[in-house]
């Protein structure tokens, strides 16, 4: 399908210029039409800007919509709409107004669907990629009783919270990992560089080696010999596990196993349960009906086995039990928690009590992420003090031994 370049102007009188796949030109003044676009010129580019107008496309389709360009959409909606601003014109001007092309092509597609009968939440709908579950039927919500803006604002709050959780996260984990990835890779090179020079020096003497010598010279003829096989064995158990991890039944495991982990696994824990319980808040809050939103909430803790537990939840609360039971029923919250959603439930307020379970949650991971550091250190301590102790029984205990007899003779 040929690339058309093409001048116009906008409602506003603006001049713009862009390109668009299109059979004919023809199609292309159609497409312009529905956008709200007066053309100009259309024509094919020229060779050298055939070129430019393939890079420039090819950067478009590979570009991807960050949580943050979700959370400026969002900000922006709700600070538009406040303003009286009418949608199609605020979405034409995040369109003009955005650098990200990838932004731009998924507001330009909300636009086109708007333009064709359809309301909000379905346009989108359309692009799962960038728009979950949550937010879909919070739009939904927002557009069937009036309250989109206030959607719009708390959907920039949750996104924001999400966000900052997220990150805590990351840079939780990133000092070990950085650190036994570090460890590992030295490793490695002392024994396919470092030890196999020892062991020439020690060959040429008639000493009995110790065991620690003897186990770092047998690991080292194994590195130097099978290295390649052994990386090619780190690369397909690492593209084995990608792959089974992908899968429902590994994505379940994986998910189960990481709140599980030593130190780490206590901070995702509490920060997929902060997750569940400031996103049922925001989903009672916008007047999504409870047993929908359980829904969506499974899908929204970003961890298949809590979201297994929520569903339970869902499943009892379709039979007519309490939130307080049915969350005790799965084991997930200490009594704390399962207390303050009855008292919430008796008081008709589960939203501001989620509201408070949340914050409680995210106080715990600020604090155990701090004490992440003097955590760990101890574990990493100890580890490398065993390696460190084998390397230097094993490399220096030969010397003392080539003295001693050194001394004899």
């Given at each position: 399908?040929?690339?058309?370049?093409?001048?116009?102007?906008?409602?506003?009188?603006?001049?713009?210029?862009?390109?668009?796949?299109?059979?004919?030109?023809?199609?292309?003044?159609?497409?312009?039409?529905?956008?709200?676009?007066?053309?100009?010129?259309?024509?094919?580019?020229?060779?050298?800007?055939?070129?430019?107008?393939a890079l420039r496309?090819?950067?478009?389709?590979?570009?991807?919509?960050?949580?943050?360009?979700?959370?400026?959409?969002?900000?922006?909606?709700?600070?538009?709409?406040?303003?009286?601003?009418?949608?199609?014109?605020?979405?034409?001007?995040?369109?003009?107004?955005?650098?990200?092309?990838?932004?731009a092509k998924v507001?330009?597609?909300?636009?086109?669907?708007?333009?064709?009968?359809?309301?909000?939440?379905?346009?989108?709908?359309?692009?799962?990629?960038?728009?979950?579950?949550?937010?879909?039927?919070?739009?939904?919500?927002?557009?069937?009783?009036?309250?989109?803006?206030?959607?719009?604002?708390?959907?920039?709050?949750?996104?924001?919270?999400?966000?900052?959780?997220?990150?805590?996260?990351?840079?939780?984990?990133?000092?070990?990992?950085?650190?036994?990835?570090?460890?590992?890779?030295?490793?490695?090179?002392?024994?396919?560089?470092?030890?196999?020079?020892?062991?020439?020096?020690?060959?040429?003497?008639?000493?009995?080696?110790?065991?620690?010598?003897?186990?770092?010279?047998?690991?080292?003829?194994?590195?130097?010999?099978?290295?390649?096989?052994?990386?090619?064995?780190?690369?397909?158990?690492?593209?084995?596990?990608?792959?089974?991890?992908?899968?429902?039944?590994?994505?379940?495991?994986?998910?189960?196993?990481?709140?599980?982990?030593?130190?780490?696994?206590?901070?995702?824990?509490?920060?997929?349960?902060?997750?569940?319980?400031?996103?049922?808040?925001?989903?009672?809050?916008?007047?999504?009906?409870?047993?929908?939103?359980?829904?969506?909430?499974?899908?929204?803790?970003?961890?298949?086995?809590?979201?297994?537990?929520?569903?339970?939840?869902?499943?009892?609360?379709?039979?007519?039990?309490?939130?307080?039971?049915?969350?005790?029923?799965?084991?997930?919250?200490?009594?704390?928690?399962?207390?303050?959603?009855?008292?919430?439930?008796?008081?008709?307020?589960?939203?501001?009590?989620?509201?408070?379970?949340?914050?409680?949650?995210?106080?715990?991971?600020?604090?155990?992420?701090?004490?992440?550091?003097?955590?760990?250190?101890?574990?990493l301590i100890i580890?490398?003090?065993?390696?460190?102790?084998?390397?230097?029984?094993?490399?220096?205990?030969?010397?003392?031994?080539?003295?001693?007899?050194?001394?004899?003779?």
């Open positions: 399908m040929p690339v058309f370049l093409y001048k116009g102007r906008n409602k506003r009188g603006e001049a713009v210029r862009g390109h668009i796949d299109a059979v004919s030109p023809d199609a292309v003044a159609t497409q312009l039409f529905n956008s709200g676009i007066t053309p100009i010129d259309i024509a094919l580019p020229r060779a050298g800007a055939d070129v430019l107008a496309a090819w950067v478009e389709s590979s570009g991807k919509v960050q949580l943050v360009d979700l959370i400026l959409f969002s900000r922006q909606m709700y600070t538009m709409m406040k303003a009286g601003v009418p949608i199609m014109q605020a979405l034409r001007g995040l369109r003009e107004s955005t650098r990200n092309l990838a932004v507001i330009t597609s909300i636009g086109e669907s708007l333009d064709t009968g359809l309301d909000l939440a379905s346009a989108l709908k359309r692009h799962p990629q960038v728009f979950s579950q949550l937010y879909v039927s919070m739009v939904q919500v927002g557009e069937t009783t009036g309250s989109l803006q206030e959607v719009f604002e708390q959907l920039a709050l949750y996104l924001e919270r999400e966000k900052d959780t997220r990150d805590r996260i990351k840079s939780a984990t990133r000092y070990p990992v950085f650190v036994v990835v570090a460890m590992a890779v030295a490793m490695f090179i002392i024994n396919l560089f470092v030890i196999p020079a020892f062991a020439k020096v020690y060959a040429g003497f008639r000493i009995e080696l110790p065991w620690a010598t003897k186990l770092l010279i047998a690991t080292s003829n194994f590195t130097v010999a099978y290295w390649h096989l052994m990386l090619a064995a780190v690369v397909l158990g690492v593209i084995a596990l990608r792959f089974y991890v992908n899968t429902a039944e590994g994505r379940y495991r994986w998910h189960k196993i990481k709140l599980k982990l030593p130190v780490v696994g206590k901070i995702l824990y509490q920060a997929t349960l902060g997750r569940f319980a400031r996103a049922m808040a925001v989903m009672i809050k916008s007047g999504v009906p409870l047993v929908q939103g359980m829904t969506v909430i499974s899908r929204a803790v970003d961890n298949d086995y809590i979201g297994e537990r929520v569903v339970q939840m869902r499943d009892g609360i379709e039979r007519g039990e309490t939130i307080a039971r049915t969350a005790a029923t799965t084991a997930m919250f200490p009594p704390l928690v399962i207390q303050m959603i009855s008292v919430g439930e008796e008081t008709g307020a589960v939203d501001e009590l989620m509201f408070n379970v949340a914050d409680y949650y995210e106080r715990e991971v600020d604090y155990d992420i701090k004490n992440l550091s003097d955590a760990i250190q101890p574990l580890v490398l003090g065993v390696l460190v102790l084998i390397l230097a029984l094993g490399v220096f205990l030969p010397m003392w031994d080539l003295v001693q007899v050194a001394r004899k003779g």
